[in-house]
């Protein structure tokens, strides 16, 4: 049904409208039919009827459900305007919803894979970590394996069990996004006898949202805060990956997903399950990565993710002002905008700020010594 057109005065073919004729299960299985939001918005403009029953039965967010089954857990839908509200215009919530959702599924079908790039933006936290901050699970954003002339890695803490599970939860570069793949590198331990690599046996990927309010899954560095950081309650996981096995080398694996997954709040969490090899030193099994990489590509800014909702649902925004924006115009500010659009207008800037801040600080990482004094007496870094 792709690319297909609904036939002129279809719904006067032979006298009168099908929708008369059918019950409305066997309409909503025809309408279900199309696969393309493009051939659901050319059947909404045939009449009057077609549209009614289009935006009734919700048709726009189930192509967008059966396009990307995540949507399902969005518990509301609203447009975020850039000028202050006019006084309201009569419309329906079921007509906000369906243009919401008929522009949702437009861009979910036009994100290309070719477009997909690496958005992590930076960590949450860890379920442990055995020595702070030397092996910080920071140091898996790193592309090298050497941070000022250190092996570059996250250990955990050691385990008698091998089947002790371990986490790292990261948070995305947008609020909204498409993930194709995720790839993890364990760690080699050069500097050991025998160069152990200490990989997991498999891995597994949740991606969803955090519940607590906006900025409480900031990286932390206690132990007993990452357990609580980490803790599934805090999360809502709108999805969850099949297992994976490792490979114990020391190299970048790509765990391609079964299908591209919309990671709707921007939080990826990789679990390492099981223990492969113990460390000479204690006898006690260990999970070690040197590298983590998220590849997707962002729907952001043109729709965020508010998480404001009592049980911790997400709802979805809709900011059609941005469509034709650049990034840069996207981070200006004007005070004649609605607060609504300065909110997300700021945490856009935000995450922007923390993506370019942290690639200069890996590149500091990569200097050499006198050459990070000059970059703090130039002022880069304050």
Known sequence: MKGSSVPPMAAECCGGDFLEWVVPDNSASVFGLLDHPADLVRAAAVSRTWRRFVIENDLSKSLCVRLFPEVATIAAAAEVTRSPPSPPVSQSDSERAYRIYSNLAGALVSSSPKDSVGCVLRCVGASSTDVFPNETMVHTLHERGLVNFRPSYWSSRGADNPDEPESLTYRLNSDICIVDEIRVQPFKAFFQYGNPIYSSKTVRFRMGHYKLPRGSESFVTNDDENKMVNADKDYMWTYTSPEFPMLQENVLQSFKLPRPVLCIGGVVMIELLGRVQKQGADDKYYICVCHVEVIGRSLSPLFMVDISDPGGYSILKYLPGAKNLSAEDMVQYDTKD????????????????????????MQVHFMHEDDVGWVLQDGLLQ
């Open 338 to 361: 609605s607060l609504e659009w300065q909110y997300f207008g700021a945490r856009y800037r935000q995450m922007n700020h923390i993506a370019v801040l942290n690639a200069l600080l």
